[in-house]
């Protein structure tokens, strides 16, 4: 009896995790939305036509774009971000004297 008793409470321990699993797979997605609606659509639109899906799926939804777009834009964002960080390695440095005037000692009090 104590065997069936334990049984019961497995499946019923069973069921409340498959519910969470099934609950959670859905705040999942609503958080990935909110974080999709947070990225300017200018910058959606340019990823979605990078990405070869065309530029009007970055207006779109997150739910509205199938396993494939998504898929899609999940290559080629990872493609560029590899870039970006090589952009930002060689965009340091540089001469500076040409763009700006020699400090002349009046800035720092000094008279000559």
Avoid at 36 to 42: A, D, E, K, L, Q
Avoid at 87 to 101: E, I, M, N, T
Wanted: net charge positive; with cysteine.
């Amino acid at each position: 009896m104590a065997t069936h008793s334990q049984q019961a409470h497995q499946d019923i321990a069973y069921t409340h995790l498959t519910h969470a699993y099934i609950m959670l797979a859905g705040d999942k997605e609503s958080v990935r939305a909110g974080r999709w609606n947070g990225i300017p659509p200018r910058d959606r639109q340019m990823l979605a036509h990078m990405a070869g899906i065309g530029s009007k799926k970055g207006d779109t939804t997150l739910q509205s774009l199938n396993a494939l777009e998504r898929g899609k834009l999940h290559c080629e964002a990872r493609r560029l971000i590899k870039q970006l960080e090589i952009v930002l390695r060689c965009a340091q440095g540089g001469d500076l004297s040409s763009q700006f005037p020699t400090a002349g000692h009046e800035s720092d009090g000094i008279v000559a």
